[in-house]
């Protein structure tokens, strides 16, 4: 296959996971909004900032609502890729999601290219690990935010499932494993994903891909080299 | 000037809706300031407008201040009802000044005071004869401007509780004097009530949510409405359904060493979240310095980035 017979462009993602991340992102902006004045509520812009949500009761709603659509929105992601599994879709090393071995090379290879000491950056394939990095932090999110935050939500509830001996300290944990880990998950969007993903050279303002799920040859080509080798071995070859 | 200026305020007052208080007010709406009387130092200025908004706006004031029916000049005088009389050497342990006045709260209010004088607040005055512990005034404000506790003026509005409870539990001598838990006020603030309460949360419980206001125990007593059977049915005001179980809940322990494991915790989570940071903003800086690098210093033919 040349390179004339290659396709413009390829689908990233289908419509499945488009809509699946803009209800991620939409509830995780909400989330942010709504929760923000109560980290430090005795500071005079939290007060402020509250009443624009109308205020802590209407907040308060905002946030739990929107809290159990992004619970919902990553069960229906998890429970997809299960369906996807049984529909046969593999895993293999150039495609994968999965963290592997290679992936700790790539950051070495990486900062040496940041740093000047080598000079080809490294090859990734269809996830580099800093998508990996993205996407595996919604998980722990989920796991820490989300479930600390279920218990705060509904708190009589869940207060049946903790054994006896945690009774005295679990509820503080919670709630400081919900306020601080929010905090990490905010400032670490705002670097990595909007970094990665708005501000770098070439995206700017924004990758299209989360709308068209459609990435061009060229991007794959230098982004995803891997992947490109994969897809089109001729082409790679005549390269 | 002056004498024209009492003119001024005496035609003004006689203009007000008739009422008998006028002929008190005439003098003490228009006196500023403090005076030095026989048993202690007396604010004479009543403010009537607050006065005449306030939920007793339309007393007369010989209604409660009963011993001052003849006459400006002459001493306090007359007959007081029976339940007024018995409250006043207690009354008078915190406050000299016409404790007549301030024991006439119980003439309207009787189930109150007497729940009142039951409480721990209460027995404090009552039973141990102390200066300290609240009585009407100490929580409600002056009785010339008290208004329903819906309003945010009021100094027992949701929104002041916690500034009125704190004017003696963060008084370190009163808490150390009758060995209270320390802090409360700070550790409310603290727990996840208390931070809505301090963002302006109407419906957050406050202190007296809890723990009541004119029946309140000490938190260890068998009624106690904070500890056993008591807080869960507590909690349940709120928290449908409440159990045994999740009323264990501490309500606002101090997040310190004396609380270990979320203590600990959270300085595990910082250290977590700032190797995160780290490498993050590391990884972003360095790949914007090497973007930058390439794309100014080394213009490479045919690459990607033209």
């Known amino acids: 296959m040349s390179n004339k017979e290659l396709p413009k462009e390829i689908e990233r993602f289908n419509i499945i996971f488009r809509i699946q991340h803009i209800i991620l992102f939409t509830t995780f902006l909400l989330l942010s909004f709504t929760g923000w004045a109560l980290k430090y509520p005795e500071v005079e812009p939290s007060a402020w900032w509250v009443r624009i949500w109308g205020g802590p009761e209407i907040a308060g709603k905002i946030h739990r609502v929107a809290g159990v659509t992004m619970l919902l929105d990553f069960l229906w992601h998890v429970a997809y890729l299960g369906y996807l599994f049984t529909k046969g879709m593999k895993i293999r090393a150039v495609t994968t999601i999965i963290p592997l071995p290679r992936d700790i090379i790539d950051v070495i290879h990486n900062y040496l290219y940041f740093l000047g000491l080598s000079k080809t950056k490294p090859k990734f394939g269809r996830f580099s690990y800093i998508h990996k990095f993205d996407y595996w932090a919604v998980f722990w999110g989920m796991g820490i935010i989300g479930v600390s935050g279920f218990t ?47 501000l770098k050279v070439g995206k700017f303002p924004m990758s299209w891909t989360w709308l068209t799920g459609k990435i061009s040859i060229e991007d794959l080509k ?8 994969y897809l089109f071995p001729e082409a790679a070859k005549d390269e | 000037m002056t004498k024209f200026f009492f003119a001024v305020v005496i035609v003004a007052l006689l203009c007000v809706p008739a009422a008998a208080s006028t002929d008190c007010l005439i003098c003490h709406s228009a006196m500023q300031g403090k005076m030095e009387g026989r048993k202690g130092v007396v604010d004479v200025h009543i403010d009537i407008e607050k006065f005449a908004d306030s939920v007793h706006g339309d007393f007369q004031c010989t209604d409660c201040h009963m011993t001052y029916g003849t006459g400006p000049h002459t001493p306090p005088s007359g007959d007081v009802p029976a339940d007024v009389a018995e ?26 005071y007497k729940e009142l004088r ?8 009552f039973v141990k004869k102390e200066t300290d512990g609240p009585l009407c005034l100490d929580c409600h404000g002056s009785p010339h401007y008290i208004v329903p506790k819906t309003d945010e003026n009021s100094h027992v509005n949701h929104a002041n509780v916690l500034h009125t409870c704190g004017k003696c539990h963060e008084d ?34 406050i202190c007296n949510t809890c723990h009541g206001s ?15 059977e008591g807080k869960v049915k507590t909690c349940g005001k709120c928290h449908a359904g409440a ?32 190797g995160v940071f780290g490498f993050t903003i590391s990884h972003v800086l360095l790949e914007a310095f090497a973007e930058i690098r390439d794309n100014v210093f080394r213009k490479k033919k045919g690459g990607h980035h033209e």
Not at chain 1, 161 to 175: K, M
Not at chain 2, 249 to 260: D, F, L, Q, S, T
Request: charged share 20%; net charge neutral; hydrophobic share 45%.
């Open chain 2, 214 to 228: 004119h029946n309140i125990t000490k938190w260890d007593a068998p009624d106690s409405p904070v500890i056993g």
């Open chain 2, 243 to 274: 159990t045994k179980k999740f009323a264990a809940a501490p309500a606002h322990k101090y997040i310190g060493k004396e609380n270990p494991i979320p203590y600990y915790g959270e300085k595990l989570l910082i250290l977590l979240v700032f």
């Open chain 2, 118 to 125: 039951e409480s721990v607040h209460g027995e404090n005055i």
């Open chain 2, 87 to 112: 409250l006043i050497p207690f009354v008078s342990l915190k406050s000299k000044i016409d404790p007549v006045a301030q024991s006439a709260c119980v003439i309207c209010h009787p189930t109150i």
């Open chain 1, 152 to 198: 705060l939500a509904f708190p009589v509830f869940s207060s049946q499932f903790f054994p006896e001996f945690t009774l005295g300290w679990i509820w503080p944990l919670l709630r400081i494993l919900h306020s601080d880990e929010a905090l990490l998950a905010i400032v670490f969007i705002l670097f990595w994903h909007f970094y990665n993903e708005h």
């Open chain 1, 222 to 229: 230098h982004e995803h080299a891997r992947e490109f080798e």
């Open chain 2, 172 to 205: 370190e001598k009163i808490v150390e004097k009758y060995d209270m838990s320390a802090h409360v006020i700070e550790k409310y603030k603290e727990s996840f009530h208390g931070k809505k309460y301090i963002l302006g949360h109407k419906k957050v419980p």
